[in-house]
């Protein structure tokens, strides 16, 4: 079973910027197509960001909404995707994961067959 883990996650302030961490068990993060997903308070699960595996040249896709502000990157020696979020800005306040697929990039949660358990992200206005 793959496990992946967030990491870097807080409480911050509007204006700042966060760079969260999804770490595989194995080889996951370097070679899948990994995503990142948020959740607000009572709001769907979103997708976000998302990472092709190096063999679709690591290609990014984004949220439209959030282009200019996250940047998602790759580490292959640390097996860990990354989301670089700069400025952060209050509506950015959710429950952050990151999910892999060996098939494809998606922005369905449903088609991604690992998961985390995610990392809280707090802004304060």
């Known amino acids: 079973q793959v496990q992946l883990v967030e990491s870097g996650g807080g409480l911050v302030q509007a204006g700042d910027s966060l760079r969260l961490s999804c770490a595989s068990s194995?080889?996951?993060?370097?070679?899948?197509?990994v995503a990142w997903f948020r959740q607000a308070p009572g709001k769907d699960r979103m997708f976000v960001a998302g990472?092709?595996?190096?063999?679709?040249?690591?290609?990014?896709h984004y949220l439209d909404s959030v282009k200019g502000r996250f940047t998602i990157s790759r580490n292959n020696a640390k097996d860990t995707v990354y989301l670089q979020i700069s400025p952060l800005e209050y509506e950015d306040t959710a429950l952050y994961f990151c999910?892999?697929?060996?098939?494809?990039?998606?922005?369905?949660?449903?088609?991604?067959?690992?998961w985390g358990q995610g990392t809280q992200v707090t802004v304060s206005s």
């Open positions: 999910a892999s697929s060996v098939h494809g990039l998606y922005t369905t949660g449903y088609l991604y067959q690992n």
């Open positions: 194995d080889r996951t993060s370097s070679t899948h197509h």
């Open positions: 990472i092709k595996s190096p063999g679709s040249n690591s290609e990014t």
